[in-house]
């Protein structure tokens, strides 16, 4: 569906990570959550002698472009915990508007996924960070040709990023407006994200019907509430743009009609 990307804005990449500004000291946060491609690709540098991934990753980074266009196509973000239906409304959503369909992490670093994911918070963000950055590339081309729908983004990678490092219940969290729930200045942002929302009892029956292993970070979050509520108050704290919740309990079609409404208000559709 997608062409290869071109490779010519390598140059451009390293300039950006040259001009990456003074940084001073960091919290345990903010660390593991790199908000710019120099951070990411600084993170990514640092394990890639222990995780030849790291390098390959790396390899496919610098051949996206340093500044990622949209085209004049809407392009909207699902995200969500784990069985609050995002692909399967994602699906209907991709059909109905005859859009493309997007998925973070993209195909081309997935099968990485797993390696990562047994790594420190710091290393493992920063995969989920590039993969933000390289989907930005897909994103931007897609959207020149037909509407876009992208399963999970860069509100994912904040808003876990936030829940693991911080302990305790909600109040614990930084507070709303502060600047850890801005979506990074260099990261195309999309035109619409819509939070999937249900009950803990129905993510639950959902989670059990599909009968599949559990990441994690699932079964930490069936372990400890407290964990699942740090993320879901995440995502209602992020800025710019902020997530719009929707109630995926109904039916698949209800939700796909109020999905659709949603779009239809706020998209030039």
């Known amino acids: ?29 903010r660390r593991a959550l790199p908000a710019a491609v120099p951070a990411v690709c600084d993170r990514l540098q ?13 390899a496919i980074l610098e051949k996206c472009t ?3 266009r949209k085209g004049h196509f809407p392009v909207v ?35 990485w996924r797993t390696i990562f994911d047994d790594e420190p918070t710091p290393i493992r963000r920063a995969f ?19 509407p876009v729908i992208v399963d999970r ?9 936030i829940a693991t490092e911080i302990n305790g219940d909600v109040q614990n969290l930084p507070p709303a407006q502060d600047g850890v729930y801005q979506w990074p200045e260099d990261l195309l942002k999309p035109d619409l994200v819509l939070l999937l929302t249900v009950s803990p009892e129905e ?32 995502y209602r704290r992020m800025m710019n743009p902020a997530c719009q919740e929707v109630d995926a309990s109904p039916s698949k079609e209800d939700v796909l009609k109020t999905v659709l409404q949603l779009i239809k208000k706020h998209c030039a559709l």
Not at 86 to 101: E, H, N, P, S, Y
Not at 128 to 146: D, P, R, V
Not at 205 to 234: H, W
Request: charged share 30%; hydrophobic share 35%.
């Open 1 to 29: 569906m997608h062409e290869k990307l071109k490779v010519d804005s390598a140059p451009r990449l390293r300039a950006v990570m040259l001009r990456s500004c003074t940084r001073g000291p960091q919290d345990p946060l």
């Open 46 to 58: 640092e394990c890639a002698a222990r995780i030849p991934e790291a390098r390959e990753v790396l």
């Open 66 to 68: 340093e500044q990622q």
């Open 77 to 111: 973000v699902f995200e969500g915990l784990d069985a609050t239906g995002k692909t399967t409304v994602t699906q209907a959503v991709t059909d109905a508007l005859d859009a493309i369909l997007l998925r973070s992490p993209p195909a081309c670093i997935s099968q």
């Open 128 to 146: 989920y960070a590039a993969g933000n950055y390289i989907l930005a590339s897909e994103i931007a081309k897609a959207s020149t040709q037909a």
């Open 153 to 161: 983004y860069w509100h994912s990678t904040a808003a876990y990023t």
């Open 203 to 234: 993510r639950a029956r959902r989670l059990e019907c599909r009968g599949l292993e559990k990441t994690k970070e699932e079964a930490e979050m069936e372990a400890n509430s407290l964990f699942r509520q740090r993320i879901e108050e995440s």
